[in-house]
């Protein structure tokens, strides 16, 4: 029996009311999941396809070491003792082919193994993406970062406390609570994660507006107007070629090899339209 929608609930079968209802809801969510911009992977599971890598003291595009490779379906940071008996400073990253301005990033990353030897103290379980990045084009031979803004991952150690999606920012500066924040590293609110256990970080990123750091469906940092630091040499000559103008309201993405090896699942981008 169909009956119409005002029919009296007198004529409804037990138990119409709530499948109906539940129905109803569905197509909704169904409706406003259509309305969203689609995600997309940036990194498709098989090659280094749409990425190239910058290596401290090598060219643009040479992948020293096959420190960046995919293997298993992940996209990997490794350091092969044969090239790699030591880390050298060879910070490298790798950078996506296109830039973006406004979008949400969800990237799923674990560390595994020891750290390369001769590695920085500080670089045990640390790596991080990079937004909002110059061109790699215009980084020097023996450029450690771009000048970026970078979310920090941090692994936790079998004791102490140990924040991950924090902020970094070579070469830029935020504003912070309202305030310009020049401090290089700044915390995040989140617990520690230790192991190997998968981490999925989520950044929404609003152009030159605000910045968020999620994990869990908790945001864990926010801040704004990404810039960048004049009083930085090499950051300076990249204001001067934009005639002046610090604030950032675009650029390109970037994984990082810092000497730590890590495994990244995922990176999945959703662009998000223009402002109104």
């Known amino acids: 029996m169909i009956l119409p929608p005002n029919a009296p609930a007198r004529l409804r079968p037990p138990g119409l009311l709530v499948p109906v209802a539940l129905c109803m809801a569905a197509l909704a969510a169904a409706v406003g999941r259509a309305d969203e911009p689609a995600w997309r992977p940036l990194f498709n599971g098989k090659d280094l396809a749409g990425w190239t890598p910058k290596i401290r003291g090598q060219a643009l595009g040479d992948n020293y070491g096959d420190t960046f490779r995919v293997e298993d379906g992940l996209l990997k940071v490794v350091y092969d003792p044969a090239k790699y008996p030591t880390f050298g400073e060879k910070f490298g990253h790798l ?83 309202g305030k310009l924040h020049t401090p290089h590293c700044t915390n995040s609110s989140s617990k520690t994660y230790r192991g190997a256990d998968w981490v999925t970080v989520e950044i929404e990123v609003d152009g030159d507006r605000v910045i968020r750091h999620t994990i869990d469906g908790t945001a864990v940092l926010e801040y704004e107007q990404a810039q960048l630091d004049p009083a930085d040499a090499h950051a300076a000559k990249l204001a001067e070629a934009r005639g002046g103008r610090l604030l950032l309201d675009g650029g390109t993405i970037s994984l990082q090899s810092e000497s730590h090896p890590i495994e990244f699942r995922r990176v999945d981008i959703q662009e998000l339209p223009p402002r109104k």
């Open 95 to 177: 950078f996506f082919d296109e830039p973006f301005s406004r979008y949400r990033l969800r990237i799923e990353y674990r560390f595994v193994g020891e750290q390369c030897p001769g590695g920085p103290g500080w670089a045990i379980r640390n790596s991080g993406v990079m937004l909002h990045g110059e061109d790699p084009k215009g980084m020097t031979l023996d450029q450690d970062f771009p000048a970026s803004i970078e979310v920090q991952f941090l692994g936790g150690a079998a004791e102490g406390e140990r924040t991950t999606a924090n902020l970094c920012t070579p070469g830029t500066n935020v504003v912070y609570r």
